[in-house]
């Protein structure tokens, strides 16, 4: 990035918060590194998993829960349901937060480290029979542990949200829903009270 995003002036950096970060000398923009917020859905159906094959890169050919990424105007618990729907053909509603992964590297947005948050999802099918569109998702279907475990090029982080939505175990849930000054219609995961 070279030029303001707000006014088109050439960039240059400025000491803020400790570090020297890229800033726009003529304008208060400021850069602060490239983030994003992902999401995936465990969606469960006769104690079988919903796994859908990569249809492009990275990671062509291998098997993972459905997901991507959340559009910064949209509610995570939308985007993990649109993303099972869009790329597995299943409706689903959201039970609760399975885990939190954070990744640092890898491509970001504009070149540069990227640093990315992916919230992992339990959901409870509603309906539809797994389909695929052959393109960006060339399989789709339910699948047993041993199945799974029978299976090459499964991604491990999907193996292990799998294992943990059958295990039983509880996870966060929206606790709390509320608004404040800069933050409205926030909403809260934890474990009931
Ligand atoms: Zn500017």
Redesign the pocket.
Known sequence: MKY?P????ELGTRLEGGRDRVA?P????LFFGDFSIGCGGVVIRDGKALLIRRGHEPGRGWWQIPGGYVEHDEVITDAVAREVLEEAGVRAKVIDVLGIRHSVGGAGSIGGPSSNVYVMFRLEPLGGEPVCDGNEVTGAGYFSMEEIAAMDRVQSLSKFGIEWALSGRVGFTPAQAGSDPNRPGWVLYGLPI
């Open positions: 303001c707000m006014c088109a002036a726009c003529s304008c208060s923009y």
